[in-house]
Structure formats: C-alpha cells, structure tokens
C-alpha cells in the first residue's frame, strides 16, 4: 500500500509538472450538483476515516451509480487538490461516458465486422492505456475493456496519451475482467491472451473470426484467473537481450499482426 501511495502521488507530481491536469470537482455540494447532474466520474476519493453524514451520502449516492470510490489518506486530497478547500471530497472527471460491452458488440455488427476487442487487465499507468487505446483505434478494433478497479481510467492523462484518440474508441468499464470474458466466449468470441511463455508465437496464431486480445498489466501481466479463462497464449518473437517489451509496445504489435490478417 505505501508504494502504491508513492507511487499515486508521482504520477499527480508529473501531470502537474508536465501541464497535464485531470479535470476534477472538489467540496461537498460541488460533487453532489455533479453526481445530480449525471456527470461522467471516473473515481471518488473521499477521506478515510470520516463520518460525515454528508459525506457517507456523497459515497453512496455515486456506488449507486457504479462509481468506484476511493478511501485516502487526506494528505493524498491535500495534494490532488486545486482549490485548497476538498472539505473531504474530490470527483476525478472522466473525459466522456463509457460504453457498456453490449454498446461495443452493436458497434461490430454496424460495421458489418466480427468482433474484435481489446482487454486491459489492470493498466495502471495512464500513459500506456492512452497508447493502447490509440493504437487499438488505428487498427480498427471495435472497443476497448478496462475494469473498473485499479486500472487507469477515461482522464485528461490518457485522453492526452492517446492523441484524442479517446474520443472515437468506445470504453466500456466493467466491474470483473474474468467475468467479462466469459460473457464473451458465451457469445462466440475467442480470447487470446499475452505472456512470454504463450504457447504459440505471434507469426504462427490464427487470429481470425470474433477476437479479444488480452494485454495484462505493466509489472505482473495478466492475473490467474484471467490466464485461465483466455483460449489461446500468444508470444511475441524476442531476439534481444531484453526478455519483454512495454504493455503498450507490444499491444501494438499484435493489434497489427490481427489486422494484417484480418485484411487478406
């Protein structure tokens, strides 16, 4: 936990520094006028150990509307805040709605295209889902998946990272990735998943017919139960010295290897 508040309070100290601000709403009747309003939230950080009434309204009021809220330390507020006066509270503004899985299987059938999806387990850095959700946009894929819980989420970071390619990929957030991928092998879609010890390598897996490419997370990759619902385990050929490449890189790659396939 202290290295994740380290590392939490880094990624606030380079955004500000780099110019690069999510858009936020702070005090108690601010956030409770933006929940009113149906405002796109990605999180709610609330300060830990409070018993406000208020604030216990504000909590529930936005789990209700499968907002994930987040308990803190209120030196964290202290230091995401802009205005100086959170009063306990701050809304992290999503940069638009997210989409729900069935939005992305309707987006597939209008393009007259089997389904081909990507799936982000547990990207943390918003630098590297904004360059995933690029790419998968460049290589035609119909929505991107990302859960609901330590993940990076639809903010001003990875809207930036994805050179506004954000705003034409449909998100849909959901609140269990294994879950998820099991709704969607019901419905006919093939899971390939991504590791270094995948079971066949990237130039000799066929990739065709309704498809969801699993991109596991910066440091562990993709988590147990995800590994275990996928259908095939996917490698990238290495010929350095260096056994791996970034999450992004390598997402990159192997959305272009679909799409070459896809294409013939």
């Known amino acids: 936990m202290l290295y994740q508040y380290k590392t939490n309070l880094e990624t606030y100290a380079m955004e500000k520094e780099s110019g690069i601000q999510n858009e936020?709403?702070?005090g108690r009747n601010a956030v409770q006028e933006a929940l009113r309003a149906g405002r796109a939230i990605?999180?709610?950080y609330i300060s830990k150990g409070e018993v406000d009434k208020t604030l216990g309204h504000i909590a529930s009021t936005a789990r209700d509307k499968g907002i994930v809220v987040v308990e803190c330390d209120r030196r964290k507020l202290d230091f995401m805040s802009q205005t100086h006066a959170h009063q306990g509270v701050i809304a992290l503004c999503a940069v638009r709605d997210y989409c729900t899985v069935e939005d992305l299987?309707?987006?597939?059938e209008e393009r007259?295209?089997?389904p081909f999806f990507v799936v982000c387990d547990e990207i943390s850095d918003g630098h590297n889902l904004g360059a995933i959700i690029r790419s998968s946009e460049c290589a035609g894929v119909h929505g991107v998946i990302i859960p609901k819980r330590r993940s990076a989420g639809l903010t001003a970071v990875v809207d930036k990272a994805s050179a506004g390619a954000?705003?034409?990929m449909a998100v849909a957030r959901v609140p269990n990735i294994p879950a998820a991928l099991q709704e969607l092998k019901k419905r006919g879609v093939w899971i390939y998943g991504t590791a270094a010890d995948g079971e066949k390598d990237l130039w000799h897996t066929d990739f065709s017919g309704p498809i969801a490419l699993v991109i596991g997370s910066e440091g562990d990759g993709m988590g147990r139960l995800v590994r275990e619902s996928c259908d095939f385990i996917v490698?990238?050929?290495m010929r350095g010295r260096v056994s791996s490449l970034n999450a992004s890189a390598a997402a990159a790659i192997t959305l272009y290897e679909i799409l070459r396939q896809r294409s013939l």
């Open 105 to 108: 299987f309707a987006i597939a």
């Open 42 to 44: 990605d999180k709610l």
């Open 24 to 26: 936020i709403i702070e």
């Open 112 to 114: 007259g295209e089997p």
């Open 235 to 237: 490698s990238l050929p």
């Open 166 to 168: 954000a705003e034409h």
